[in-house]
């Protein structure tokens, strides 16, 4: 259901009720070419440091919890 309208009201993403003017399209809603650059190598930068970090917590918290005395 999402993709049909999706597909209906393509380019427009926010649709105004006042005046089809103020709508918000695909390509004014579009932020420039160099700000997308740099999110782009900030991305590629980060994703890798975040799955990283991931992973290491997950093998350093590995196995099953042992409960003991000192524990609550």
């Known amino acids: 259901l999402l993709i049909v309208v999706a597909i209906e009201l393509y380019p427009v ?3 105004s009720t006042i005046d ?8 004014n809603a579009a932020s420039s070419s160099r700000s997308m650059s740099i999110m782009l190598l900030i991305a590629a ?13 997950f093998w350093t918290f590995r196995g099953k ?3 003991d005395e000192t524990s609550y």
Do not use: Q
């Open 20 to 27: 089809k003017a103020y709508s918000i399209t695909i390509y």
């Open 13 to 15: 993403l926010i649709l």
């Open 45 to 57: 930068i980060g994703a890798p440091l975040v799955l990283s970090y991931t992973a290491f917590v």
């Open 65 to 67: 919890v042992e409960l």
